[in-house]
Structure formats: structure tokens, C-alpha cells
């Protein structure tokens, strides 16, 4: 069995991913998005061109370490399949233990990634990450001087893609982009703030953001929000959907 037969019968079949392929077949052509050059300056130039690329002919390299085409769909399933344990919508991957060892920090006395690299190995700062068996690993949030939790695991892409799971939050980001070299803008720290940022505050059974629990409107303009002191001189939080208005005693 070829390893793109592997693929399609052991992982992209069963979780549903019917846009992943070594080769983009010819009728999918016109969906495939176009790869660019950063230029200094801020300009861009085009870098592969989806009608001539490579990547719509048959090579024949079949690699366990890149090389596949895909599209947002399939690798937000593929990569909630690994934050729920190995599993989707009842068709299993891999065993929950062995992606739990998988997603540990393997480097040697748990070092971290610019401690055991030799020169500059990578375009984006792996400061407070190790690396499992596929992923990186966060093993010390201050030292990586980004939001976040330790055990978040993920990796990026040359062409800036991005993608991580924090077990602790119970959440994923995948970031697609296509645009060379990874290092353009500083857009993979600046997601891991945004995203922590905005994670929920649940408070008496409801939620928001803590931008919204924290400012005296809705910064999200998704939600109305008040807090109330309660009876236990506490505060409860009081939400509605609608349009985004000051808090004041006129409009709770």
C-alpha cells in the first residue's frame, strides 16, 4: 500500500477530509489558491501559480512530513479529531495514550527547541516549546513570552499557515494563509494573543469574552452586557444580542 493510499484509508476517509491529496486532481483546479513571495517593501510577487504549480502534477514523493494540499474543512476536522483524544464523529485515528505521549516535550532533560537547535532553524520563535512526536510543545508560557497554556501543542507552515490545540481551554486555532516566508509578519504570536484574549468568562450560567467583561461595552458589538449586584453582594452577569451600547444606569 503507497502511504497516499494509507492516507485516504486510515485518516482522510474516515474523518471526512474529501479535499486532501498529494496532487490536486484537475477538477479542483480552479479552487486552488494561488502561493506569494514577500518582497521588501511590503510588495508581493507571485510564488506559485496554481495552474502550473507542482503540486497539480503527479511527482510521485510521497512524504510522512509535508507535502500534502488541503483546505481549511478538512484540517479543522483533522485537527478536531486530535483535540478530542483521536477521534470524530465516532471514526477513531489513533489511540487517546498514544497521542498523549505524542504531544509530550521528547527533547533531551526537556529542553526546549533554541536549546538543542544548531543555528537558526526556524522563522518563528519556539522560546518555552519542545517538540513531540510531530508537534511543538509548550512547555513555559513566560519564557515564550505568548499567551497560552503549557501543553498547547501545534506547527506552522513555510507559507505562514499556522495551526495549535490547548488541552487546558479545550480549543484550536488553524490559520490558512499563503504567503513565503513565514517570517512576513508576526502573525502567529499575534493569533495566540487574540485568541487567549478573547476566551469566555462564564459567570452564573452565562458567558462573554473577557474583553466584554472587562470594558464598559461590548468590544465584539455581538453582545449586551451588564453586571448587577446580586443579593450575596455579588455580581451576575446579564446578556442580550443586539446592537453594542454603553453601560449606564439608562441602558443595563
Known sequence: MTLDEYFQRHIFAPLGMVDTFFTVPADKLPRFAACYQFQPGGSFSLQDDPQDSNFSKAHGYLSGGGGLVSTIDDYYRFAQALANGGELDGARIIGRKTLEFMRMNHLPNNQDLPGVSVGSFSETPYDGSGFGLGFSVKIDVAKSQTNG????????????????????????????????????????????????????????????????????????????????????????????????????????
Do not use: H
Not at 506552522?156 to 488553524?174: C, K, W
Not at 473577557?210 to 443579593?231: D, G, V
Open 149 to 252: 497554556s503549557v501543553g498547547e501543542y501545534g506547527w506552522g507552515g513555510m507559507a505562514s499557515t499556522n495551526f495549535f490545540i490547548d488541552p487546558v481551554e479545550d480549543l484550536l486555532m488553524v490559520f490558512m494563509t499563503q504567503l513565503i516566508p513565514s517570517s512576513s509578519y508576526a502573525v502567529r504570536q499575534e493569533l495566540r494573543a487574540i485568541v487567549n484574549g478573547a476566551l469566555w468568562i462564564e459567570v452564573g450560567g452565562l458567558r462573554c469574552c473577557q474583553y466584554c467583561w472587562t470594558a464598559p461595552t461590548c468590544r465584539n458589538r455581538s453582545l449586551r452586557l451588564a453586571r448587577e449586584p446580586t443579593s450575596n453582594s455579588g455580581f451576575a452577569l446579564t446578556a442580550s444580542q443586539g446592537k453594542c451600547l454603553p453601560i449606564s444606569p439608562n441602558n443595563p
